[in-house]
């Protein structure tokens, strides 16, 4: 009898802690191992009750298992391109399984596709992106900027899912793109309908391309609010909260947005748990792009810079 409740108690923990693990932790248990896209699905649904880990889990498996088809980038440019051959596969979620690898909309595709299967309510968002390459948006311009992510409806709220983004290579960040707050995702993603903003007051292209570029690092090194820039009769002052005394801020400026020098006339200014980057408005003569990079030291004393972390233009 002794042996019986051994063995019902070590059935009923085993279940009980496997349906407690996080999304993130499952993913990264059985990443790399071999399953149908059925399969991927009965796991899920069998070890995971709660859907924002079970959405988490799909996100991180996507991440780990799912390739950037670097390749079909390049080829697209080329005369050579055959769109039903060579692109076509992102718009079946049994072949992008089976491919292991997609471009942005396989990504959104095969993410609705599990989120479907789990029955959680789901979206694929076509808009534009800006990143360190491009801080501005011309829509006329930037085809290569367009892009695809998720909406996700949990508990009655919608929220912001990049798998591809999540993909990107960097550790740091990787985390940072599932359940984006909306303030924060328009910093980089502007959507084509305005609704899935997810913001109260939508911004226009034209606001969003005057806001400021904020690249995720800023976050998931310890930034937890965004920066803000104002201005008096005689000053701009850069400004955001404190973080540590192991990150330094740095400003650089460039009259054409591509040779950058460091701003040396600057002050700088530090009340209550606010840092203001201080320097004079006669420097602005025509349209001035500021560049913020970041220096941390880390735990090792080892120093770390990060380039290109925000930009904005001063007019």
Same mark, same amino acid.
């Given at each position: 009898?002794?042996?019986?409740?051994?063995?019902?108690?070590?059935?009923?923990?085993?279940?009980?802690?496997?349906?407690?693990?996080?999304?993130?932790?499952?993913?990264?248990?059985?990443?790399?191992?071999?399953?149908?896209? %059925?399969? #991927?699905?009965?796991?899920?649904?069998?070890?995971?009750?709660?859907?924002?880990?079970?959405? $988490?889990?799909?996100?991180?498996? #996507?991440?780990?298992?799912?390739?950037?088809?670097?390749?079909? #980038?390049?080829?697209?440019?080329?005369?050579?391109?055959?769109?039903?051959? *060579?692109?076509?596969?992102?718009?079946?979620?049994?072949?992008?399984?089976?491919? $292991?690898?997609?471009?942005?909309?396989?990504?959104?595709?095969?993410?609705?596709?599990?989120?479907?299967?789990?029955?959680?309510?789901?979206?694929?968002?076509?808009?534009?992106?800006?990143?360190?390459?491009?801080?501005?948006?011309?829509?006329?311009?930037?085809?290569?900027?367009?892009?695809?992510?998720?909406?996700?409806?949990?508990?009655?709220?919608?929220?912001?899912?990049?798998?591809?983004?999540?993909?990107?290579?960097?550790?740091?960040?990787?985390?940072?793109?599932? *359940?984006?707050?909306? %303030?924060?995702?328009?910093?980089?993603?502007?959507?084509?309908?305005?609704?899935?903003?997810?913001?109260?007051?939508?911004?226009?292209?034209?606001?969003?391309?005057?806001?400021?570029?904020?690249?995720?690092?800023?976050?998931?090194?310890?930034?937890?609010?965004?920066?803000?820039?104002?201005? !008096?009769?005689?000053?701009?002052?850069?400004?955001?909260?404190?973080?540590?005394?192991?990150? *330094?801020?740095?400003?650089?400026?460039?009259? !054409?947005?591509?040779?950058?020098?460091?701003?040396?006339?600057?002050?700088?200014?530090?009340? !209550?748990? #606010?840092?203001?980057?201080?320097?004079?408005?006669?420097?602005?003569?025509?349209?001035?792009?500021?560049?913020?990079?970041?220096?941390?030291? *880390?735990?090792?004393?080892?120093?770390?810079?990060? !380039?290109?972390?925000?930009?904005?233009?001063?007019?």
């Amino acid at each position: 009898m002794k042996k019986t409740y051994i063995i019902i108690f070590f059935i009923v923990f085993n279940f009980c802690y496997s349906q407690g693990k996080s999304g993130k932790v499952l993913a990264e248990k059985i990443s790399g191992k071999t399953f149908t896209i %059925e399969g #991927i699905v009965n796991y899920a649904n069998k070890n995971i009750s709660d859907d924002y880990e079970k959405a $988490k889990f799909f996100y991180y498996w #996507i991440g780990s298992n799912i390739k950037y088809d670097n390749e079909l #980038i390049e080829k697209m440019s080329s005369p050579n391109y055959n769109y039903d051959l *060579d692109y076509s596969y992102n718009l079946s979620p049994k072949l992008i399984f089976e491919k $292991k690898k997609a471009v942005c909309y396989g990504y959104s595709v095969l993410f609705k596709y599990f989120m479907d299967k789990v029955d959680i309510s789901c979206l694929i968002v076509s808009g534009y992106i800006r990143d360190e390459r491009n801080h501005y948006l011309n829509l006329n311009k930037d085809s290569d900027f367009s892009h695809a992510w998720n909406i996700i409806e949990i508990n009655e709220k919608w929220k912001i899912v990049d798998s591809t983004w999540g993909n990107s290579g960097e550790i740091e960040v990787s985390d940072y793109y599932f *359940d984006i707050l909306p %303030e924060r995702a328009i910093l980089t993603h502007f959507p084509e309908n305005p609704k899935w903003q997810l913001l109260e007051n939508p911004l226009t292209l034209e606001e969003f391309n005057k806001s400021i570029y904020i690249n995720a690092i800023w976050f998931k090194i310890g930034f937890d609010q965004i920066p803000k820039v104002l201005k !008096d009769d005689k000053y701009y002052y850069f400004t955001y909260k404190k973080n540590s005394d192991k990150l *330094d801020v740095n400003i650089e400026i460039s009259y !054409d947005n591509i040779k950058f020098e460091s701003l040396t006339k600057i002050t700088k200014i530090q009340q !209550d748990d #606010i840092n203001y980057l201080r320097f004079e408005k006669k420097i602005v003569t025509k349209l001035l792009y500021v560049k913020v990079n970041i220096t941390k030291i *880390d735990e090792e004393e080892f120093t770390i810079k990060y !380039d290109d972390v925000i930009n904005f233009k001063l007019q």
